[in-house]
């Protein structure tokens, strides 16, 4: 468009200056003329040229500085330190939170193992904090270490969001920046309970072996002392209770969530009592849940046939337990609903780092905010939903 208006200036220039010269210069002033205008030319496509290169240069320029803008202002970088990440459930929750993470966006996780070790997770800590993290989400290995890692937390002025190990009570008040996101051990409990109850009411011909209308059964339990452990172990016995249920436990004994644990005391029972003087198993969670199947399908129960069945109950919904309970070998289990807990942690964390308030809608997901306190509730699996449930599980852990 330059060349073509420089190109009309030129030539007008041309006539006005072949007009006033007249007849007699025409031959002299034309080659003159041809020769001024290459000159023009060349100048304004230099001059073009710069003023190009020129505003080129200062998009690219402003492109840098928006892309860097943006890159600082518009992403949190969290650390996530994780009890064990060879633990089957943190595995899979770890996994479905990361899927999350590139879905939701303007996030980025550090994921950090503490292998199951309160000094490697002080540790992972500590050099988080040292690095500069945004935030810091915590599964810790046990209860006690919480408060530490809150004090350290404190210290450097950095929120943490505590979640599936609930700190105590006097942990959660002595600190400002500081929220817990979970579910209620205590529900879990009461629904693990449910799923045994209805199986006893409604199969009490073949539930009740002796005949002597009282449920013996047995309990796995997680670590001793461990908040989930007790109030899921309380929560068995009152709804029981609450149900008109006569029961008795034979025992009760940790398994420390292991599987291999658990196969080992189910084995010891069943020695004890004998298969059919166990009429129900409760399981704190569903790796000893399984540990519990293997051993009575290894003596010839809990594979199809309705006669040779001990009703065990788990609590998570891994994959394993739902496929078990489809195959028929495991009665029930509650799902522990690591989707919208991993969505509630990253929204949280977000919003902390934002300086937002914490309420339901800012956490996105289906949950109860109690002051510090984001509680994602359970979900008992039955026949109703457990199609369901396994395909929404495989399709997360992939």
Partial sequence: MKKRLLSTILATAMVFSLTACGTTNET?????????????????????????????????????????????????????????????????????????????????LDMQDAANDVSTAISKLEAALTKGTDVVAICAPDRESTETMAQKCSEEGIPAVFFNMEPMEATMESYDNILYVGAQAKESGEMCAQALINYWNANKEIADKNGDGVLQ?????????????????????????????EYEILAMDTANWDQAQALDKMNAWITAYGIDGIEGVLCNN?????????????????????E?????????????????????SLL??????????????????????????ITEDVVG???TVEGKYVWVPYVIVDSSNLDATLELMNSISE
Avoid at 286 to 306: E, K, L, R, W
Avoid at 336 to 350: E, F, H, M, W, Y
């Fill in 308 to 328: 040779k069945f001990v009703p065990i109950v788990g609590i998570d919904a891994n994959i394993d337990a739902l496929e078990a309970m489809k195959a028929g």
């Fill in 217 to 245: 059964l047995v309990v796995l339990q997680g670590e001793i002392g461990q908040q989930d452990v007790v109030l899921r172990t309380q929560a068995y016995e009152e709804t029981l209770s609450a149900q008109g249920i």
């Fill in 28 to 108: 002299q002033q034309a080659p003159a003329a041809e020769e001024e205008a290459p000159a023009a030319d060349a100048a304004e496509n230099e001059t073009e040229e710069s003023t190009d290169a020129a505003a080129e240069t200062a998009t690219e320029t402003a492109a840098e500085t928006a892309t860097e803008g943006e890159a600082a202002g518009g992403s949190v970088n969290a650390t996530v330190i994780w009890r064990a990440f060879d633990d089957q459930f943190q595995s899979g929750f770890r996994i479905i939170m990361q899927n999350e993470e590139e879905k939701i966006g303007g996030i980025s």
């Fill in 286 to 306: 569903d790796s000893m849940a399984m540990g519990a199947v293997q051993a009575c399908i290894n003596n010839g129960y809990n594979s199809g046939d309705p």
């Fill in 365 to 367: 997901v289906d949950c």
């Fill in 332 to 357: 029930g289990t509650v799902l522990n609903d690591r989707l919208n807990q991993s969505d509630a942690i990253i929204n949280v964390v977000k919003a902390v780092k934002e300086g937002k308030e």
